[in-house]
């Protein structure tokens, strides 16, 4: 008569699993946030006091950071233009974050005022931002998903009717896979996005690195475990393994500054001290 | 005063805004290239300087760029400060160089004061307005959260108010926190009656054992959800049967918080389930159990292996019952089956017996516990007492009788399947023994025989085909001159694991079972064969060959034909065949074996009768035949022996019918002759020929043809 009981071990793991999958129910502005404390670094009062602490605790263990996020906006900014100019006019922009100024969609439509952009972020109050400050922009649209669940993504992001799944979308990852870490399995998440668009598309992918970095740099990352998230440093093979075997855009995968800067004048002397790795590939024809 | 005042140099705003850039674009974030921003920060030193030199002075241009910087997101407070400064130190020598003019610092400061009063204001706008954006959101996205959470919740309530199945929460002492309606209904208390009580109160004498283990399992965090079937007890005291599912709740680290259960009412379910439980294990007609709760509880005896424990069964079926059936019709036979089973049940259940009806008319009853001595006769017997009272039915008095067979053995010795196949030997037992209302005791000895038997009789057929019968030859002589005459062709079967069996062994089986025809056949052409290649050798010795053809082959209309193909095949001469035949086959009636015998001779073979004396032959009807030899049975001789005054007797017999086979022109062969003596007072009856182990017992044909040869040499 018991017959159908499950065996304990069974349930624990899958209520675990889960749990881990689960969008967060409740929005807690006891802590900080990744994307408010980015924010903050890049000039914005999109924030909450203990966000500020947070960011002021960093840039005092690290003045380099505020530079490092300044660095990754700029990153991000010239990838899309550029990827506008090559054509593309969609894009899936995950881990968006709140967009102070320098949007992908100002950026993009800014070149092309048909552009289409689905914002993706896990955090509720990112969402709510990105919805009221895109209300009248009717070419996006705002998801509330987690990057570990690309299934969820993609068929929400479906859902939206802005993007054509079947030609060539900007799949945008500046500053998020770091928070995913190993046991989440990143590989197979970036094989399952780049899976899910069609040749010609490109893949833009910004990453944290401990390569050639200060001690202190390293402590800092500790601190945004904090945040809701820990991130996780990466190796630039680490990184370019996530394009998998699609073509990578000149210059590569490099210390973020280097990639394609506007004028050789902003390159710093020490391209590495901002502590990421960017680059854009591009899928090839199948086959 | 427009003439006067000096050109503003594009290049150099453009130098200003090229140290402007320099100087903020690495301390903010700009969304724009420094190309970009060098261009509208030229813009922006034109303005001012044009601000500067204009004839009629404002500082709005200033306050205005002031606006402009922070929009452009320039808002570091070290933009403001080298904004500030430089206006100061480089925006005339740069943009306007010569420029003089008697206000000149005046202006200059309240430039100053508009560009920082700008920033100021456009900085606390902006911060209150995105103060006010990310706060909205956050309350959005928290309404939001708190919504589909209580949209979840109302979700919840819906389901629990309004759900069928019962649901309770207990929290981990098992006080019950809520419960359902449909709870409360089921057990019928309400729900405040159940928010007091404490789930261990409702525990149930009938519960299954380990069921408030598994309840322990569960609060403990061991496991997240047991499903039984468990019984309560309602506020009335009346039973409800429930199939429970209670699950684990648990608080975000893994911790156990609180149960659910479920609970759906299956009393009626169950008792449907009783009640088909009924169905399956009882006889409609009777109400008797049927066999499968018969052989359920026969099963559970013969596990009961403790102690050297005997069971026994009787196997109970009526006499005659399909003639009762068949001429008083199947509502009598009914009728009469229900009287039976209520006496048997009456019998039997008395003495806390099982009664069941197996089918038909066939009942048993199971003893759980017997001696040795034989309780279960006693059994069988009080059973065939209550069904010999005669049964009233309409106007229909039935005697009726049964038959038993009875099986009483420990429960160690075979399975229940064993049991019963004994139980139905003995019962044909019983029923063999001719009568009706009798009792077979099982005798494991007996049915061992039968079991070889029909072992045998099931293997002959494949004999056959493989060639395992083999045919020996016994000589017949002649008492005159000691020749021999004849050779009695007798049949053995080869077995590969039971060696070499007499025709006593199987013969019989093989008239069951219809086989003698064939291996009738078979010894005939074989013996035919064999005597066809000793005339061809020993021409002169005219040896005959003699062969027992059984009843059956008699009376079947082929056997001429088969006889004369034997012959055909075997150029045997005719009158070298003997057929012998015994006093049972030719009595059968109507005439037929007389008719087929004349058909035989009339083939010119020689016929005899074997085994003479042992049958009731009628002497007339012998004349009748075409019979050529009588062959004395075995006993006559036997009985003929010296010293023994009952061979007077025998000698006397003997005498008799050699002189009657004599007076009907028929000739004598006496069997079993062991002894010389025998063989001389044979002779000296005029007994004309004899066969035994005096002459020889059966051989193999080499045998035979060795004494052919041996014979026909010289003095032999
Ligand atoms: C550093 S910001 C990057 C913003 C923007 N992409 C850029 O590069 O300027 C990282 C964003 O990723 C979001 N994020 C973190 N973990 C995430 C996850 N598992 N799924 C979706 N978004 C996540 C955070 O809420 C945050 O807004």
């Known amino acids: ?287 | 005063m427009a003439l006067s005042a000096p050109e503003i140099s594009t290049s150099g705003a453009q130098r200003y805004a090229g140290r402007w850039t320099h100087a903020i674009a690495r301390r903010a974030f700009v969304p724009m290239t420094s190309e970009q921003v060098q261009e509208l920060l030229t813009g922006h030193a034109v303005r001012l300087a044009q601000a500067l030199a204009a004839e009629e002075f404002s500082a709005e241009p200033a306050r205005e760029v002031g606006r402009a910087l922070v929009e452009a997101n320039l808002t570091e407070p070290d933009t403001l400060g080298w904004s500030l400064r430089a206006l100061t130190e480089h925006l005339v020598d740069d943009v306007v160089p010569g420029l003089a003019l008697p206000d000149q610092a005046a202006r200059l400061t309240r430039l100053q004061a508009a560009l920082a009063e700008g920033f100021a204001w456009a900085l606390r706008d902006r911060t209150f307005a995105q103060q006010e954006r990310i706060s909205r959101s956050a309350w959005e996205a928290r309404n939001e959260a708190e919504q589909a959470l209580r949209d979840s919740e109302a979700r919840f309530r819906a389901v629990f108010s309004g759900a069928a199945i019962g649901i309770g929460i207990g929290d981990l002492t098992g006080q019950i926190v809520d419960v359902n309606q449909s709870f409360a209904d089921m057990l019928g208390y309400s729900r405040d009656e159940l928010r007091e009580l404490n789930v261990s109160t409702l525990f149930h004498d009938g519960d299954a054992p380990g069921i408030w283990e598994l309840y322990e399992d569960l609060i403990e965090g061991k496991r997240d959800r047991v499903r039984i079937e468990k019984r309560y007890f309602r506020k009335d005291g009346s039973e409800l049967w429930t199939d429970l599912a209670v699950t684990l709740i648990r608080h975000d680290d893994g911790r156990p918080r609180f149960t659910v259960a479920m609970v759906q009412d299956i009393t009626e379910r169950y008792a449907l389930q009783q009640r088909l439980r009924f169905q399956a294990l009882h006889d409609p007609l009777t109400g008797l159990p049927n066999r499968t709760l018969f052989f359920e509880r026969l099963e559970a005896v013969l596990q009961d292996r403790e102690h050297d424990r005997r069971v026994g069964v009787c196997f109970l079926d009526l006499d005659g019952f399909k003639a009762i059936n068949d001429a008083l019709g199947h509502d009598v036979g009914d009728q009469l089956l229900i009287v039976v089973a209520r006496r048997l049940a009456e019998a039997g259940a008395g003495a806390g017996h099982l009664v069941a009806r197996m089918g038909g008319d066939e009942f048993v009853i199971l003893v759980e516990d017997v001696d040795e001595e034989g309780t279960a006769i006693e059994v069988a017997e009080s059973a065939l007492r209550a069904v010999a009272d005669p049964v009233y039915i309409g106007a229909n008095q039935l005697a009726v009788s049964a038959s038993v067979g009875v099986v009483d053995r420990f429960v160690t010795e075979g399975t229940a399947a064993d049991l019963m196949k004994a139980a139905d030997t003995t019962l044909y037992w019983a029923k063999a023994e001719g009568g009706r209302g009798r009792w077979a005791r099982y005798d494991p000895e007996r049915a061992a025989r039968e079991a070889t038997s029909t072992a045998l009789a099931a293997a002959l057929p494949a004999a056959l085909a493989r060639d395992e019968f083999v045919v020996e030859y016994q000589p017949i002589v002649s008492l005159g001159n000691g020749g021999m005459r004849a050779v009695e062709a007798l049949i053995r079967w080869q077995h590969p694991t039971l060696g070499l069996l007499s025709p006593d062994q199987f013969i019989g089986l093989a008239e069951e079972t219809g086989l003698i025809i064939r291996l009738g056949q078979w010894v005939l052409e074989r013996s035919c064969a064999e005597a066809g290649r000793w005339h061809k050798e020993f021409p002169r010795a005219r040896l005959m060959v003699s062969v027992n053809l059984s009843a059956r082959q008699v009376s079947d209309p082929e056997i001429v034909d088969q006889v004369a193909g034997a012959l055909r095949h075997s150029g045997l001469p005719p009158d070298l065949l003997q057929l012998e035949l015994t006093e049972s086959a030719l009595m059968a009636p109507g005439g037929e074996p007389v008719r087929a015998l004349r058909r035989l001779a009339s083939t010119g073979v020689r016929l005899a009768i074997d085994d003479f004396g042992t049958g009731y032959s009628n002497l007339a009807y012998l004349r009748q035949l075409p019979i050529h030899t009588l062959k004395l049975a075995g006993p006559f001789v036997d009985g003929m022996r010296a010293q023994d005054p009952a061979s007077v007797v025998a000698e006397r017999i003997v005498d008799a019918l050699v002189r009657l086979a004599h007076a009907l022109g028929l000739s004598v062969t006496a069997e079993s002759v062991e002894t010389l003596e025998q063989v001389e007072r044979l002779t000296a009856l005029g007994c004309d020929s004899g066969q035994g182990r005096h002459f020889g017992t059966p051989a193999a044909p080499a045998t035979i043809a060795e004494l052919l040869r041996s014979a026909e040499m010289p003095g032999g």
């Not at chain 1, 090559?86 to 967009?99: K, N, T």
């Not at chain 1, 009248?136 to 054509?164: F, M, Y």
């Not at chain 1, 996780?232 to 990578?248: C, I, M, N, P």
């Not at chain 1, 280097?258 to 090839?284: C, I, M, N, T």
């Open chain 1, 1 to 287: 008569m018991l017959g159908r009981d499950h065996e304990p071990s069974d349930i624990e793991r899958r209520r675990t699993m889960e749990q881990s999958r689960a969008l967060p129910t409740e929005v807690d502005l006891s802590r900080p946030s990744a994307a408010r404390v980015y924010d903050y670094f890049l000039g914005g009062a999109h924030n909450f006091e203990i966000d500020r602490q947070l960011a002021q605790q960093i840039a005092a263990m690290t003045p380099n950071l505020a530079d490092t996020m300044r660095a990754g906006r700029a990153f991000l900014r010239r990838a899309v233009a550029e990827l506008t100019r090559l054509g593309v006019d969609q894009y899936l922009d995950i881990g968006s974050g709140i967009p102070t100024v320098g949007n992908v969609h100002e950026v993009a439509q800014g070149i092309n005022p048909k552009a289409r952009i689905v914002y993706v972020d896990i955090d509720p109050v990112a969402v709510a931002h990105s919805r009221s400050i895109l209300e009248d922009n009717p070419l996006t649209a705002v998801i509330q998903a987690d990057v570990r669940d690309p299934a969820h993504i993609l068929s929400e992001a479906r859902e939206t009717g802005l993007l054509d799944f079947t030609k060539p979308i900007g799949v945008l990852l500046a500053g998020i896979v770091h928070f995913v870490p190993d046991s989440d399995d990143p590989d197979r998440l970036m094989a399952a996005l780049r899976d899910a668009v069609p040749p010609g598309s490109y893949l833009v992918i910004s990453h944290s690195t401990y390569e050639d970095q200060p001690q202190e740099m390293l402590d800092a990352q500790k601190l945004s475990a904090r945040t809701a998230t820990e991130i996780t440093l990466r190796s630039k093979a680490q990184v370019s393994a996530y394009f998998g075997d699609w073509e990578l855009l000149e210059p590569g995968v490099v210390h973020m500054p280097l990639w394609r800067p506007d004028s050789p004048d902003d390159v710093d002397d020490q391209p590495e001290r901002f502590g990421a790795f960017g680059g854009v590939a591009r899928k090839p024809a199948a086959g």
